[in-house]
């Protein structure tokens, strides 16, 4: 049995000079420091005298080393591939299609080499500060803003993918921020509106949001008002109370649309909008004319008619005297 260890020892420290040979300078002391641990490990089971949990002991020891070298290795071998692509300058653009990160964002975001890839972005422009490259904006430029934008939300919900997602969803909102973007415009950009009743669960709306938080504390004396946002982006509080009330009607986004809906009536209500002025203040018809107002807006009129009631007290058909201002 100890002719086997000692025959071991010698395998492992002789793999282990292998590793040193072939790995680069910088990866020299990673590598001797491994082979230190290792060697007291083996001696700690060499001193053991139950020759049964020497024998267990070892295979791990085996087993460990192994793993460790295939670790070092990998490092090693990434490690001399940012060096070769930092002395030739690589393009962001020629390094997606080198470490194929093609396809969908999906796909992309999940590559570990998309990891590798911001890495080299990072030596880059620590290297060569004046003529900086980003990795989100060429992504951006392949996928579009919104793929992005939707992916990387997406993404910040798995341990695998939430670091590199939320590094990247960053420099987008960042890179918006500093091209002079509003809220009014990332809306537009994220063409927020085009979703219809849908927006209340969209990953653009989450999007904007994280953008609204960023502007906000960059911001400070601009608070956003985000039901004003939502109000102008989907061309007035009439559409956009047509639309809350629209999918307050849908099982799929009745529970998200239910705080834009109490938003807009509590609004309504501190403002002392009895229903019918409702329809004269929001829906812009004259007094004369309320009796013209489409079934849709109607429905927002007798919905907020409830609400109203309830918080004056009025629990019969009686008419409501408006306070209209």
């Not at 460790?68 to 490092?75: D, I, S, V, Y």
């Not at 992005?148 to 670091?163: F, G, P, V």
């Not at 807009?264 to 812009?284: C, E, G, H, Q, S």
């Amino acid at each position: 049995m100890r002719s086997h260890k000692s025959v071991l020892v010698v395998v492992v420290l002789y793999l282990l000079g292998l590793t040193v040979n072939l790995t680069v300078a910088k990866a020299h002391s990673s590598v001797v420091e491994q082979s230190r641990l290792l060697a007291k490990r083996i001696l700690r089971v060499h001193n053991n005298p139950n020759e049964n949990d020497e024998e267990r002991v070892i295979g791990a020891a085996v087993s460990s080393v192994a793993s460790h070298l295939t670790t070092g290795a990998l490092k090693v071998a990434d490690f001399v591939k940012l060096r070769t692509w930092l002395y030739h300058q690589k393009s962001v653009d020629d390094m997606l299609d080198t470490l194929l990160l093609t396809g969908k964002m999906d796909d992309i975001i999940q590559n570990p080499n998309l990891k590798l890839l911001d890495n080299y972005v990072d030596m880059f422009n620590n290297k060569y500060p004046e003529q900086k490259i980003s990795l989100v904006k060429t992504l951006a430029a392949r996928h579009g803003d919104i793929d992005l934008a939707i992916k990387l939300s997406r993404a910040k919900e798995y341990s695998n993918t939430k670091d590199i997602a939320t590094k990247l969803q960053t420099q987008q909102l960042e890179g918006w921020f500093n091209s002079k973007k509003t809220v009014e415009d990332v809306f537009s950009l994220l063409k927020i509106k085009e979703e219809g009743t849908r927006f209340v669960f969209s990953r653009k709306l989450e999007t904007m949001d994280s953008y609204i938080r960023m502007f906000d504390v960059r911001n400070p004396q601009q608070k956003t008002d985000k039901y004003k946002v939502l109000c102008d982006g989907f061309g007035g509080e009439d559409k956009f109370a047509i639309v809350i009330s629209q999918a307050m009607k849908r099982p799929l986004t009745a529970l998200e649309a239910v705080k834009y809906h109490y938003v807009m009536f509590n609004r309504w209500f501190a403002k002392d909008y009895d229903p019918m002025t409702v329809l004269i203040k929001v829906f812009k018809y004259s007094e004369d004319d309320v009796a013209k107002a489409l079934p849709e807006e109607k429905l927002v009129k007798d919905t907020y008619k409830l609400l109203y009631n309830r918080e004056m007290g009025i629990f019969d058909h009686a008419v409501v005297t408006g306070h209209r201002r």
